[in-house]
C-alpha cells in the first residue's frame, strides 16, 4: 500500500506533470515572481553566510553567542509590537484596487502607515527598558546590557511594512531582490574591513545595526517612489476617520495577524533565547549557524509567501475556489521537492560545510542543523497555508491554530532542551510544523469545501 501511494505520488509530480502544470499562467506568474525573489535571496544570502562566518571566526563562539543574542533579543520585541501592516494593505488594498477605488486605497495606506510610525516608536522604547529584566535572565554584563539598548534603536527605523505591502501588491518584486542584495553588499564589504583592520564585538555590532537600518529605508523610499509612479498622489490628505466603517473588520484583521505573527516568534526566534538560556552563549551561537544554514531551503518559502499572498486574495475575491486550490497545492508540492532535494546534499556533505566555512570550533552544529533543516522543509510544504487562510478572511482561525500548535511547542522545547541540548530544539521544531502542516491543511479543506 504504501510503495502504491510513492508511486502514484511519483507520477502525479512527474515531469511531464509538471510541465503541464506551467502551462498555467497564474502559476507560472507566481513563481516568475517567486523566481525573482529568489535570485536576490540566493545573492543576499551567499553574501550573508560568508559575513556570517567571517563574524564567527573574529569573535569565536563566545562573542558570537553574545552578539546572536542580543540581535535575536531585539527582533522579538520588534516582531512583537510591530503590526504586520502589509498584509493588511495586501487583503484590503486588494479588493479596493479592483473595484477600481483609488482614494479608499489611499485611505488604507495612510493607516497602515501610521501604525508603523506609532509601533516603531513604542517597539523602541520597551525594547530599551526591558533590556535590564533579559540582562539578568541570561547574566549579561552591564556592556551587554548597553550593547543591546543601544541596538534596539533599529527598531524605530521599522516604518517598511507599508511600503514592503505596496511592493508586494503591486508585484515590483525585483525591487526586494534589490534591497536585499544592496544590504547583504554593504554588510559584506562591512566586515572584511573590520577584519582587515582590527575587529571587536563593539564594530561588528555597529555594523549590523546600520546595516539593519539601511534596509529599512532602502524599502520606504523604493515603495513610496512606485506608489508614486502609479498615480497615487496625496495619500497623507485621505481622511481615515471612516476606515472602520469603510473597512468593516480592518482593526481586528490588524490585531489577529499581529497576534499571529508574535506567536509565530515562538518558532522563529524565541527558541534561540531559549538555547542560550538553557545551554549558554555558545550553545546559542551555534544554534543561530544551524538556522542559517537550513536558511538555504527557507529561502524557498519567504518568496513563495509574498508572491502567493496577493494572488490568492484576488482568487478568493473572485471566488475562483478550483484555481485557488490547484494554485496552493502545486506550489506547496514544487517547492517542498526542491527543499526536500536540499536537505539530502546537507545530510551528506554538511559537516565538511560547515569545517570549511565556519572552521572545525563549529562542527558540532551538525547534527542540530539536519534537524532543523528537515522542520524547514516541512514548513515549506506549508507554505501556501498561511496566505490562504488569510486570503480568506479567517485570521483568527490561523492564530488559534498557531497559538495552540507553538504552546505545545514550547512545552516540548522546554523539555527536550535539558536532554539533548541544541538537538533538541531541532526536533521539536520538527514536531512544530508538522503539526502546523497537518492541522490547517484539514481545516482549510473545510473551509474551501463549503464555499464551492
Known sequence: ??????????RYISFKTLFRWFKDEGLRLLFKNAGTLLSGNMIAWILGLITFAITARILGPTQFGILVLI??????VDKILNFQSWQALIKYGAEVLEKKNNDSF???????????????????????MAV????????????????????????????S?????????????????VQNIVTATIKFVGILIIYFTGASLWLVLILWMMTTIIGHLLLVVL??????????????????????????GIWGFVL??????????????????????????????????????????AMLSDPLYQAIYPDLSRLWAKQEITTFKKLMIRSSLIAGGGATVIWFAFILFGSLFIQLVF???????????VLYMFAMVISIYAIPLQPAMLSMGKPKTSTFIQIICTVIYLLILFLLLPIFGINGAGIAAIIFYAMILVTMSIVEKQLMMGSS
Open 1 to 10: 500500500m504504501d510503495l502504491n501511494f510513492l508511486f502514484n505520488l511519483a
Open 71 to 76: 540581535t535575536t533579543y531585539v527582533t522579538i
Open 106 to 128: 489611499k485611505s488604507i495606506v495612510k493607516f497602515c502607515t501610521l501604525l508603523d510610525v506609532a509601533t516603531a516608536v513604542l517597539g523602541t522604547i520597551v525594547s530599551i
Open 132 to 159: 535590564s529584566w533579559v540582562g539578568q535572565w541570561l547574566s549579561w554584563e552591564s556592556e551587554t546590557v548597553l550593547m543591546a539598548a543601544i541596538y534596539s534603536l533599529v527598531i524605530l527605523f521599522n516604518v
Open 161 to 177: 511594512g507599508t511600503p514592503t505591502g505596496l511592493l508586494r501588491i503591486f508585484s515590483r518584486f525585483r525591487l526586494f531582490a
Open 223 to 248: 515603495g513610496w517612489r512606485e506608489l508614486h509612479k502609479r498615480g497615487f498622489e496625496g495619500t497623507f490628505m485621505s481622511p481615515i476617520r471612516d476606515i472602520s466603517t469603510q473597512h468593516p
Open 256 to 297: 489577529t495577524t499581529n497576534l499571529n505573527s508574535s506567536i509565530r516568534l515562538g518558532s522563529r526566534e524565541l527558541d534561540t533565547m531559549l538555547v542560550g538560556g538553557f545551554v549558554g552563549v555558545e550553545g546559542a551561537g551555534l544554534y543561530k549557524i544551524a538556522k542559517q544554514i537550513a536558511a538555504v531551503p
Open 359 to 369: 572552521g572545525p570550533e563549529f562542527v558540532a552544529a551538525q547534527t542540530v542543523t
